[in-house]
């Protein structure tokens, strides 16, 4: 597969063609930024670590018969994804009350919600991603009712699974949040899951002592983040248990693969 021209880029990744019209290149940067690209920096070792990841989390979802963008990882920064149209809407699925939710409402952090919430926001950075109410989905055609029926389904599906993977190694998904595409299969439009699932989509907290184990270390300047994010690539099996990655190993390792191709 030959590596085309960048088609675009995020905050967090680049999207570049390949000779094959219906595969794009996800590349993971080690860019991290919050509040609406108010607070920036780079992290040296967590595009890698995010593949990793997000490779695992969504070849298991995967084989429990949810349909996503992901193809192959192909190397320590990249995997090849399926060209979808993204829904331009951000799915946030909330099992504990943290983050936003939390001032938005005066809800007390780390309440246990009786079921899980789904909210929406539209996906668009100058708005500062504005929460929306499903009707103005339909009222301005984001989606159709037919999507967002199948996309809950699907959600509620991801979350089942996803509590308990974290569950079973010592980790509470407190929310996440979820992208959505459009593939053209047989000339009708099919919806998959797209984007990534990562430390920097969650939020995990350790299930013992809620030790924060995503990307509020960074929104929170609580440090840290790469050994964090190494602890649930580890507990996940992704890395061996004695593999101790530091920012710089992780960054040598990439650049070795670099070299060999
Ligand atoms: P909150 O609404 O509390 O800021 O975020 C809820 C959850 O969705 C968190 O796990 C957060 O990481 C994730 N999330 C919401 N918006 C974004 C976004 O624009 N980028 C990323 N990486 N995660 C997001």
Redesign the pocket.
């Known amino acids: 597969m030959k590596k085309g021209k960048k088609l675009y880029e995020g905050k967090?990744k680049i999207i570049y063609a390949t000779n094959d019209k219906s595969l794009v290149i996800q590349y993971f940067k080690d860019d991290a930024t919050a509040f609406n690209n108010q607070k920036k920096s780079v992290i040296e070792g967590k595009g890698v670590l995010n593949n990793r990841i997000s490779e695992h989390i969504l070849s298991n979802l995967s084989q429990i018969g949810i349909k996503n963008h992901l193809v192959k990882r192909l190397n320590m920064r990249e995997q090849v994804i399926k060209l979808v149209e993204i829904i331009p809407i951000?799915f946030?699925v909330?099992n504990v009350a943290?983050?936003?939710?939390t001032k938005r409402l005066g809800i007390e952090d780390g309440t246990v919600l009786k079921e899980p919430l789904i909210e929406y926001?539209l996906k668009d950075d100058k708005l500062g991603?504005p929460l929306i109410a499903e009707e103005h989905i339909f009222a301005f055609e984001w989606a159709t009712k037919k999507e967002i029926e199948k996309v809950k389904k699907m959600i509620l599906r991801v979350n089942d699974f996803m509590i308990g993977m974290f569950r079973g190694v010592g980790i509470k998904l407190?929310?996440?949040?979820l992208e959505f595409g459009r593939l053209k299969v047989n000339g009708k439009d099919e919806v998959i899951l797209a984007d990534e699932i990562s430390p920097?989509?969650?939020?995990l907290w350790d299930s013992m002592t809620d030790k924060k184990l995503?990307?509020d270390r960074f929104r929170k300047n609580l440090g840290d983040l790469i050994p964090a994010y190494t602890e649930v690539a580890k507990r996940l099996g992704i890395l061996h248990e004695q593999s101790n990655v530091s920012a710089v190993n992780v960054t040598k390792l990439s650049s070795v693969k670099r070299k060999r191709k």
């Open positions: 967090a951000e946030i909330r943290s983050g936003s939710i926001c991603d407190i929310d996440f949040k920097d989509t969650c939020r995503d990307k």
